[in-house]
């Protein structure tokens, strides 16, 4: 069965973990060297577990009503020996493990795209803290970058970063020359619009469909470029930071020159360029394609698939599947309990980040198994991913056998109904205190 798959494989990578636990020890000579109460195994799994209750509540929900439970207090103290490597490292081993490589017309598609994530007040931290306005409370403030799988519905990689020192494009980049997969087709939004993010995606051998500004500020407004409100051009720019008189010449031709200034980041042309130096040109190539998605509006996005094999009504179906990522953004949060962090410490709360994301993609491998008999209903149906979550989390407690699994999950069915889109809500959000917590 899968869920026993997904179980062992989760258990073998937190064993792989403990038995290197050296590696992610503050301490390394002195904690989780004895016995105790509460082992490093024993501490991560808990973590894994949390929801969004108490730390009190956490703590007798996963060890059991006991009269010698540790106090909470005792397990701050141990997670504190922990680094919250430990845990990036965890969600590398299970993610390893379980991957698929499942394709779409022969490509990994993933999507790029990134969240805040609001904690509690810290003034102490400079980097992720923000003084508030009138309307909202003072807060901190983390960023995490995601690279999420389309097809397995899971994350493959993942970058946290304090707010204030974030870099969307730069944690991209980590990403990309990171990965080991192999002909991808990368889906991003506005914020990787980035000359130095396409060289990357090329130089990996990749393909990318961003999405781009249709006003001042964007690649495409660099180029000449139909005035309509439908097209597909082809550009060859020819990148250079050399600004003589000569390529001053050259660069009046927008759509095959194109200076890039030493205070942008471009990591395949020399930083500067004196008089004498000779000319140094990075090729860079791709479509820039306009399509309307309603009556009333367009999106521009970049590409360097061929035109041929997706034309521009199959970029738009594509583009559209990059919406995965928000919906698990979403689930992220509020079904899996990501806003309800039980530390105002950064290196606790990076710990339950990773946590979640590992708990995050055992879930959906489980409920990605379940087959669901359609009987001639109006809508097609999925699992109901906020029940399968609970029953994944007492599974993996093994406080549900595995034959009953598929079939909890399998009553727990909820229609897919495409096509729906609500206005987004903007509104001032604050930290949940640690004062309110679900029971």
């Given at each position: 069965?899968?869920s026993q798959k997904?179980?062992?494989?989760?258990?073998?990578?937190?064993?792989?973990?403990?038995?290197?636990?050296?590696?992610?020890?503050?301490?390394?000579?002195?904690?989780?060297?004895?016995?105790?109460?509460?082992?490093?195994?024993?501490?991560?799994?808990?973590?894994?577990?949390?929801?969004?209750?108490?730390?009190?509540?956490?703590?007798?929900?996963?060890?059991?009503?006991?009269?010698?439970?540790?106090?909470?207090?005792?397990?701050?103290?141990?997670?504190?020996?922990?680094?919250?490597?430990?845990?990036?490292?965890?969600?590398?081993?299970?993610?390893?493990?379980?991957?698929?490589?499942?394709?779409?017309?022969?490509?990994?598609?993933?999507?790029?795209?990134?969240?805040?994530?609001?904690?509690?007040?810290?003034?102490?931290?400079?980097?992720?803290?923000?003084?508030?306005?009138?309307?909202?409370?003072?807060?901190?403030?983390?960023?995490?970058?995601?690279?999420?799988?389309?097809?397995?519905?899971?994350?493959?990689?993942?970058?946290?970063?304090?707010?204030?020192?974030?870099?969307?494009?730069?944690?991209?980049?980590?990403?990309?020359?990171?990965?080991?997969?192999?002909?991808?087709?990368?889906?991003?939004?506005?914020?990787?619009?980035?000359?130095?993010?396409?060289?990357?995606?090329?130089?990996?051998?990749?393909?990318?469909?961003?999405?781009?500004?249709?006003?001042?500020g964007g690649i495409?407004?660099?180029?000449?470029?139909?005035?309509?409100?439908?097209?597909?051009?082809?550009?060859?720019?020819?990148?250079?930071?050399?600004?003589?008189?000569?390529?001053?010449?050259?660069?009046?031709?927008?759509?095959?020159?194109?200076?890039?200034?030493?205070?942008?980041?471009?990591?395949?042309?020399?930083?500067?360029?004196?008089?004498?130096?000779?000319?140094?040109?990075?090729?860079?190539?791709?479509?820039?394609?306009?399509?309307?998605?309603?009556?009333?509006?367009?999106?521009?996005?970049?590409?360097?698939?061929?035109?041929?094999?997706?034309?521009?009504?199959?970029?738009?179906?594509?583009?559209?599947?990059?919406?995965?990522?928000?919906?698990?953004?979403?689930?992220?949060?509020?079904?899996?309990?990501?806003?309800?962090?039980?530390?105002?410490?950064?290196?606790?709360?990076?710990?339950?980040?990773?946590?979640?994301?590992?708990?995050?993609?055992?879930?959906?491998?489980?409920?990605?198994?379940?087959?669901?008999?359609?009987?001639?209903?109006?809508?097609?149906?999925?699992?109901?991913?906020?029940?399968?979550?609970?029953?994944?989390?007492?599974?993996?407690?093994?406080?549900?056998?595995?034959?009953?699994?598929?079939?909890?999950?399998?009553?727990?069915?909820?229609?897919?109904?495409?096509?729906?889109?609500?206005?987004?809500?903007?509104?001032?959000?604050?930290?949940?205190s640690f004062l309110?917590?679900?029971?």
């Amino acid at each position: 069965m899968k869920s026993q798959k997904a179980k062992a494989l989760l258990q073998g990578a937190i064993q792989d973990l403990t038995d290197c636990k050296c590696f992610f020890s503050h301490n390394p000579q002195a904690d989780f060297s004895r016995k105790r109460k509460l082992s490093f195994e024993q501490m991560v799994q808990a973590i894994l577990c949390m929801r969004g209750g108490s730390l009190a509540n956490e703590m007798m929900d996963y060890f059991g009503i006991q009269e010698d439970l540790a106090t909470t207090s005792a397990f701050v103290q141990r997670r504190s020996k922990i680094l919250p490597e430990a845990f990036e490292c965890l969600f590398d081993l299970f993610t390893e493990k379980t991957d698929e490589d499942k394709r779409y017309e022969g490509m990994r598609l993933l999507a790029a795209d990134g969240s805040d994530f609001l904690l509690a007040a810290n003034p102490d931290d400079p980097d992720s803290f923000f003084p508030g306005t009138e309307e909202q409370k003072s807060y901190n403030l983390l960023h995490l970058n995601a690279l999420y799988d389309l097809t397995q519905h899971i994350y493959v990689d993942a970058i946290l970063q304090k707010r204030r020192k974030s870099d969307e494009c730069g944690a991209l980049v980590s990403m990309i020359d990171r990965s080991r997969l192999n002909r991808v087709l990368l889906l991003a939004d506005r914020g990787y619009e980035s000359f130095n993010v396409l060289a990357h995606i090329q130089e990996k051998g990749w393909t990318f469909l961003i999405r781009v500004k249709d006003g001042v500020g964007g690649i495409a407004c660099g180029l000449d470029l139909p005035d309509a409100v439908e097209f597909d051009v082809p550009i060859s720019l020819n990148l250079t930071v050399k600004q003589t008189n000569e390529m001053k010449a050259l660069l009046k031709d927008k759509n095959h020159f194109k200076y890039i200034s030493s205070s942008a980041r471009f990591d395949f042309l020399p930083r500067h360029s004196r008089k004498h130096d000779p000319v140094v040109f990075y090729n860079l190539s791709f479509r820039v394609v306009r399509f309307p998605i309603s009556d009333t509006s367009f999106e521009t996005v970049l590409t360097n698939l061929d035109a041929s094999s997706f034309p521009p009504v199959r970029l738009k179906e594509l583009y559209a599947m990059r919406w995965g990522i928000e919906t698990s953004f979403r689930e992220l949060k509020h079904t899996i309990g990501l806003q309800h962090f039980h530390a105002k410490k950064v290196e606790f709360v990076h710990q339950e980040i990773f946590a979640r994301l590992t708990m995050y993609n055992f879930y959906e491998l489980i409920t990605q198994s379940v087959v669901i008999q359609q009987n001639g209903r109006m809508h097609a149906y999925k699992v109901n991913f906020s029940a399968a979550v609970h029953v994944c989390r007492q599974f993996f407690l093994g406080d549900i056998p595995p034959p009953l699994v598929e079939a909890l999950l399998a009553k727990h069915i909820s229609p897919i109904r495409p096509g729906r889109s609500r206005p987004r809500k903007l509104k001032p959000k604050q930290a949940l205190s640690f004062l309110y917590r679900v029971a």
